[in-house]
């Protein structure tokens, strides 16, 4: 039996959150008003992933999923206000 194969809608899932993973840590990692985009543009991104599961998203994780948000929209400030 040969192996099964997986649809390409998951395999391009896991390749949009491995590149939001990698653009966030480089959002970390650079300083200034540029990290502070990337962070922005992360911040963008799990906005539009909530809004698509949010109907699917059990009541107790709504909340963390908008501290999250919200966390990297602070981070984001913090990077184009260069206190960090």
């Given at each position: 039996m040969?192996?099964?194969?997986r649809?390409?809608?998951?395999?391009?899932?896991?390749?949009?959150?491995?590149?939001?993973?990698?653009?966030?840590?480089?959002?970390?990692?650079?300083?200034?008003?540029?990290?502070?985009?990337?962070?922005?543009?992360?911040?963008?991104?799990?906005?539009?992933?909530?809004?698509?599961?949010?109907?699917?998203?059990?009541?107790?994780?709504?909340?963390?999923r908008?501290?999250?948000?919200?966390?990297?929209?602070?981070l984001?400030?913090?990077?184009?206000?260069?206190?960090?």
């Amino acid at each position: 039996m040969p192996p099964r194969r997986r649809p390409a809608a998951r395999s391009n899932a896991i390749l949009l959150v491995v590149g939001v993973g990698v653009v966030f840590l480089l959002g970390l990692a650079i300083h200034g008003p540029v990290g502070g985009v990337l962070l922005l543009l992360v911040a963008a991104v799990l906005v539009q992933f909530t809004r698509g599961a949010w109907t699917h998203v059990r009541n107790e994780g709504k909340p963390l999923r908008l501290l999250v948000v919200a966390a990297v929209v602070v981070l984001a400030a913090l990077k184009l206000l260069g206190q960090i």
